[in-house]
């Protein structure tokens, strides 16, 4: 399966701007794992801007969020 960088580029999240895998999902995926991470991909943008990638950060995010979709 040819990965089509280009597409993925465009909608990339990340704004950390000399990362050298920006469009290539599979290689970005891999590398956070590796640090014991998640992308930019997964985090709302005034999240990921704080550059904190953690699986605690996207908990506490989405337990927040979760709480306040319930009161609606």
């Given at each position: 399966?040819?990965?089509?960088i280009e597409v993925y580029k465009a909608r990339c999240s990340?704004?950390?701007?000399?990362?050298?895998?920006k469009g290539k999902c599979c290689e970005?995926?891999?590398?956070?794992?590796e640090l014991d991470q998640?992308?930019?991909c997964?985090?709302?943008?005034?999240?990921?801007?704080i550059y904190d990638r953690s699986f605690a950060k996207?908990?506490?995010?989405f337990a927040y969020k979760a709480k306040?979709?319930?009161k609606s």
């Open positions: 399966m040819e990965c089509p990340c704004t950390y701007e000399p990362c050298p895998r970005c995926i891999l590398h956070h794992l998640l992308p930019a997964v985090f709302p943008p005034e999240v990921e801007k996207f908990v506490e995010v306040s979709d319930k």
